[in-house]
């Protein structure tokens, strides 16, 4: 197997068991039902993913490497003071892509509610986090206002994700607002 089918396979076999999880839960995610939902063999499987945990993590991972995209495409690593803490704001608002039928979200509430009985398995998230609080620390901004935003973003992340009293459209606009006008006056205050 070519370097380049193999990693094709992998992306199957993530793809197909996140399928699976969006479909059945991640309680019902097995590697022999991801090979099969695959069309892969175990072994096949096995070569890209040895465990269940290691197949859960990589799921997170490619969650997590895709808010990251999402940042990066926002130049939220520019050098213009509150460019992170707006980048965050906005990836979490309006993210980039934003399936019709909410795939991401529902893969998020699926692999959160399934890997608090592991929580190792939520290091690549937690890693993550820890880069970009670090970044929003050092946006230009105080640190605390560029923490309120990301509070607020995570919260309406989070509220979206286990439909958590979601908000309306029009008082989620409306706090998008709030939030971007706490920044501005952050960016303006800051000489």
């Excluded at 670090?134 to 901004?141: C, F, V």
Aim: charged content about 25%; some cysteine; proline content about 4%.
């Amino acid at each position: 197997m070519s370097r380049g089918e193999s990693s094709e396979t992998g992306a199957r076999i993530l793809a197909a068991a996140e399928d699976l999880v969006i479909r059945e839960g991640v309680s019902r995610l097995t590697l022999d039902s991801a090979a099969q939902e695959a069309g892969v063999s175990k072994g096949g499987i096995l070569y890209h993913f040895p465990s269940r945990a290691a197949l859960v993590s990589a799921m997170v991972e490619r969650f997590v490497v895709s808010f990251e995209a999402d940042l990066v495409e926002r130049q939220a690593y520019s050098k213009e003071p509150g460019a992170f803490t707006r980048a965050y704001l906005e990836a979490t608002f309006d993210p980039r892509e934003a399936p019709a039928d909410c795939r991401e979200i529902r893969l998020g509430g699926a692999l959160l509610a399934g890997v608090t009985s592991d929580p190792e398995l939520l290091k690549p998230m937690r890693e993550r986090f820890e880069t970009w609080q670090a970044a929003l620390e050092q946006d230009g901004i105080p640190a605390e206002v560029a923490t309120v935003v990301r509070l607020a973003a995570d919260g309406l992340w989070l509220s979206d994700l286990f439909e958590l009293a979601p908000v309306s459209a029009e008082a989620r606009a409306e706090v998008r607002a709030q939030l971007l006008a706490l920044l501005e006056r952050a960016i303006s205050n800051r000489s």
